[in-house]
């Protein structure tokens, strides 16, 4: 909120409440629409689905947003009190226009939410800012953006560049593809993201796996 004070917990890419928005999307702002906009269509997993359920099941809340945050921007936010985040992690709230790595006006719209509620967006190598001097450290030590797990992990496994691929499995399941060209799978079947590395991705994902 306007105080800094977080006003709900977290919830999570795993938590499937938002069912009925993410419908709502993709069946009524629709699926063609949605790729245009963010190169991506709605799943549960998303942040703007969670949104619009807050919108509607805790109106009260809603109103206080003053800053939108995933959790390791909230930490960075903690940390340095630069209000950022990176484009990988940030193209999974479908509130991002992929392609053009920015924030999306007609998805802000859709949101109800203002740009000035959204952090500002780094590459994910960019410093975003120092420690807090009263942290008590040395007022030198950098804050960077940093990335999505997905995005951050193929960084780690040398999935980079055009067309290398890795499979992970673990809580959710995923396919990474990494490319160095935009693209959207015309199933939208794939999501299409930033990717870490400067470039772009494309992944499948589902939200339970290796157990």
Request: hydrophobic share 40%; glycine share 8%.
């Amino acid at each position: 909120d306007k105080d800094d004070n977080v006003i709900r917990p977290a919830i999570l890419w795993n938590d499937g409440r938002s069912q009925k928005e993410t419908e709502y999307l993709n069946n009524e702002i629709g699926k063609d629409k949605l790729s245009q906009y963010t190169a991506n269509i709605a799943f549960a997993g998303f942040t703007a689905p969670k949104i619009l359920w807050m919108k509607k099941n805790e109106p009260e809340k809603f109103a206080k947003i003053a800053k939108i945050m995933l959790p390791k921007d909230y930490l960075a936010y903690r940390l340095s009190g630069s209000f950022c985040t990176d484009v990988s992690d940030a193209s999974g709230m479908l509130l991002l226009d992929v392609k053009n790595r920015c924030w999306s006006k007609e998805m802000m719209e859709i949101c109800d939410v203002k740009e000035e509620q959204l952090p500002k967006l780094y590459e994910s190598w960019e410093v975003v800012g120092t420690l807090k001097p009263e942290l008590g450290f040395s007022a030198d030590v950098k804050v960077v953006a940093g990335a999505g797990d997905n995005a951050a992990a193929a960084v780690g496994t040398g999935t980079v560049g055009d067309g290398q691929c890795n499979i992970s499995l673990g809580t959710s399941g995923t396919i990474f593809i990494s490319s160095k060209n935009f693209g959207v799978d015309e199933n939208n079947a794939l999501h299409s993201f930033c990717h870490a590395d400067g470039s772009y991705h494309l992944m499948g994902c589902m939200l339970s796996a290796a157990s």
